[in-house]
Each structure stands twice: as C-alpha cells, then as structure tokens.
C-alpha cells in the first residue's frame, strides 16, 4: 500500500466515524433539564410571598403574606409592619434552607410565575427532610393560606397548616391586633364589588 493508499484509508475511516455520530447524535433524543430551579441570589423581595428577579415577579403559589403597611403590636408595645415581618421571614428561610422551585403557573399579562419551592436540608435536625417553604412559613405563623375572591383555599393543605399555627398562636397569630390579610382583602373585593381572575395553573409536577 502507498503512502497516498494509506492517507485516503485513514481518511476514510474517520469519515465513516463522524458519520456514525453524526447519525447517533440525531437519533438520540436530547437532555430533559430539570423544571427545578434555586431562587437567584440576587432576586429583589417585595413582600412576604413574593420577588422579582429580571422583569418577571415570581410568587409563591397558594400563600399570602401579611400586607404592608398594616400593622401589629407586638410584646413590647411596639407597632410593626405586618408586611415587613412576613418578608423578613422569607428572606430568612430562602437563605436557610436554600429551596429550589418549579413553575406551577404564568400570567403573562403579569409576568408573573407562580412557583411552589422545595427544600431538602443535608445537616441539622431536619435533615434528609423534605419542607415546602410555602408550608414552612405557614405553620410557623408567618404567612397565610391565600385565599380565592370566593373565601375558598387555593391550596387545600395551606389551610390546614394555617390552622394549627393559628390554634397554637404561632408567629403573626400570637398578637391579638393581627391584620389578617384575607380578612382584609376580600372586605376589600367585597365592598368594590370587584372580581378577580384566577391566574392560569398547571396541575402540581411530582415531587423532586
């Protein structure tokens, strides 16, 4: 075999190679990313249950939060924002438990994405645990099972952990003065005769 025989041989080869995956890459299905995804370290927080990060608002589905600019005494006599306590305790628990969240829903008039947000802590008392941070702000009383324009829970187990906090006086509920914000809000719907749009929901993914 020449030299020139033996340069097309090897040519030819690898050739044949690069077709093969050529072909196999086309054939194989492409990668499923995970619909799971951390809350940027840099998303802005505006209440309680939700921020916005690069234009678009992201809120935790099925919770409310207390509303600024209303208030509570708390233990020393001290009037507090309603609203700003809520958000603390998010700020608090995003940067503790450091969760991950999938989309449940988008309002695209809104920009706004509806997220439910899972934590699994690797050290401490709870870990190996699984905590949803929206059940996780309602149970310890800082947040609230939101509600529809009609008085019904959007999310039927938020309620139910609304209602333990609510009986062992946990958090917000210690305070005799709570603004309860569904309370207020569908006063408000109620008296302006407005109606409200429920956003667009996707049926909940399976657990991650």
Not at 19 to 41: G, K, L, T
Not at 137 to 154: E, Q, Y
């Given at each position: 075999m020449t030299r020139l025989d033996r340069a097309w041989f090897w040519l030819s080869g690898c050739a044949s190679v690069l077709a093969a995956s050529v072909a196999f890459a086309q054939a194989?299905?492409?990668?499923n990313?995970?619909?799971?995804?951390?809350?940027?370290?840099?998303?802005v927080y505006s209440t309680g249950d939700t921020w916005t990060y690069r234009g678009e608002t992201?809120?935790?589905?099925?919770?409310?939060?207390?509303?600024?600019g209303t208030f509570f005494t708390n233990s020393h006599g001290v009037r507090v924002?309603?609203?700003?306590?809520?958000?603390?305790?998010l700020a608090s628990l995003v940067r503790d438990l450091a969760p991950?969240?999938?989309?449940?829903?988008?309002?695209?008039?809104s920009r706004t994405r509806f997220l439910i947000c899972i934590a699994r802590p690797t050290q401490g008392a709870a870990a190996g645990s699984r905590i949803d941070l929206g059940t996780a702000l309602i149970s310890t009383g800082w947040a609230f099972a939101a509600v529809?324009?009609?008085?019904?829970?959007?999310?039927?187990?938020?309620?139910?952990a609304q209602a333990v906090a609510q009986k062992q006086r946990s958090g917000l509920w210690q305070f005799a003065d709570l603004p309860d914000p569904n309370v207020i809000i569908l006063r408000t719907i109620?008296?302006?005769g407005a109606d409200s749009v429920a956003p667009p929901i996707s049926a909940p993914a399976s657990d991650r």
């Amino acid at each position: 075999m020449t030299r020139l025989d033996r340069a097309w041989f090897w040519l030819s080869g690898c050739a044949s190679v690069l077709a093969a995956s050529v072909a196999f890459a086309q054939a194989a299905p492409p990668p499923n990313p995970s619909p799971w995804f951390a809350i940027p370290p840099d998303a802005v927080y505006s209440t309680g249950d939700t921020w916005t990060y690069r234009g678009e608002t992201w809120r935790l589905y099925g919770v409310q939060s207390c509303l600024r600019g209303t208030f509570f005494t708390n233990s020393h006599g001290v009037r507090v924002d309603c609203g700003e306590a809520s958000l603390t305790m998010l700020a608090s628990l995003v940067r503790d438990l450091a969760p991950v969240c999938y989309t449940a829903g988008w309002q695209p008039a809104s920009r706004t994405r509806f997220l439910i947000c899972i934590a699994r802590p690797t050290q401490g008392a709870a870990a190996g645990s699984r905590i949803d941070l929206g059940t996780a702000l309602i149970s310890t009383g800082w947040a609230f099972a939101a509600v529809t324009p009609a008085g019904a829970p959007v999310h039927q187990p938020y309620i139910v952990a609304q209602a333990v906090a609510q009986k062992q006086r946990s958090g917000l509920w210690q305070f005799a003065d709570l603004p309860d914000p569904n309370v207020i809000i569908l006063r408000t719907i109620r008296s302006s005769g407005a109606d409200s749009v429920a956003p667009p929901i996707s049926a909940p993914a399976s657990d991650r």
